[in-house]
């Protein structure tokens, strides 16, 4: 029988996305279950199922706080620079550099999805629309309207986010031998000194 914790249920559920976050570290998505965590909690799974919710939920608070550290870091990053396309380069290279300092937990954020028909909460919506936000104002003054900086913003994320999940993945070397900070150099430049 599993015994009974005395924690508070917030930190419960801090913790039980911390082990997450460790279990992730580790070995990526597929070492995230809740027998581990539930564990290293000190409590039963049942606790936090009560708790948290399902290993769905955790994952989901574990890619907050990644996202919410991501946009930390992207903000950190352009701070003090002035210039749009410099900023849009200190970004594209703290994207990637985040991407390979933490390739496991990173490749959570790009693997895990919702089950079909499961709708992400309001609060998941808000922290991912901040680093997008951060990459509007960057860039924003290069172009015309908003419509156009949101496109490129678009396109941007996706190609950097693509170059990433390749170079997580291990697979980068299938379209090129250049380091992927090259590549989202590249990227930066053509897209943007165009614009």
Known sequence: MARKTELPHDEIARRAVEEAGKLAAKDGLRSIAMRPIAKAVGCSVGTIYNVVGDLDEIVLRLNMRSTTAMA????????????PLEKA????QTYVRLGEENQKLWSVLIEFSLPEGRKLPEAYAEIVARPVRIVEQAIGPLFPNEEECRRAVAALWAGLH??????????????????SAKIAETLIDRYLGAA
């Open 72 to 83: 930390d870091r992207l903000e950190a990053a352009v701070a003090g620079l002035s210039d």
């Open 89 to 92: 380069h200190a970004l594209a």
């Open 162 to 179: 693509g170059i990433v999940a390749l170079s997580v993945g291990r697979k980068l070397w299938v379209v090129t031998d250049e380091a």
